[in-house]
């Protein structure tokens, strides 16, 4: 996902083209976990009651995350590549929190 200090690298087409699409949020599967990956935090997704994760950058690394949720900004993670499958089963180690009206805990 492009990120907001992308914005001269968006209009370069030899770096468009270096990519498949450009999202801000994208919804994946990751053996059978429903994975939630968005440029911004955000406190509220899909399916979160029913053990989904969602993955995050954009707050570098001042934002603290709760529930099943993991910021994976490049300043958290040492610039280095992470694997999805762990990120998920980092998070899934992790209570679900429900902040808002939808499902039971």
Do not use: A, Q, T
């Given at each position: 996902n492009w990120g907001n200090h992308d914005i001269k690298l968006r209009?370069?087409?030899?770096m468009r083209s270096l990519f498949l699409d450009h999202l801000e949020r994208r919804r994946l599967r990751v053996n059978n976990t429903l994975v939630v990956m968005d440029h911004y935090?955000?406190?509220?997704?899909?399916?979160?009651?029913?053990?989904?994760?969602?993955?995050?950058?954009?707050?570098?690394?001042?934002?603290?995350?709760?529930?099943?949720?993991?910021n994976i900004c490049v300043e958290n993670i040492a610039y280095t590549p992470l694997n999805i499958e762990w990120c998920v089963q980092?998070?899934?180690?992790?209570?679900?929190?429900l902040v808002d009206h939808h499902g039971e805990q």
């Open positions: 209009k370069r087409e030899d935090p955000i406190s509220s997704w899909e399916d979160m009651g029913d053990g989904s994760v969602h993955l995050y950058g954009h707050v570098h690394d001042s934002y603290f995350h709760y529930g099943r949720s993991m980092e998070c899934l180690k992790k209570d679900v929190v």
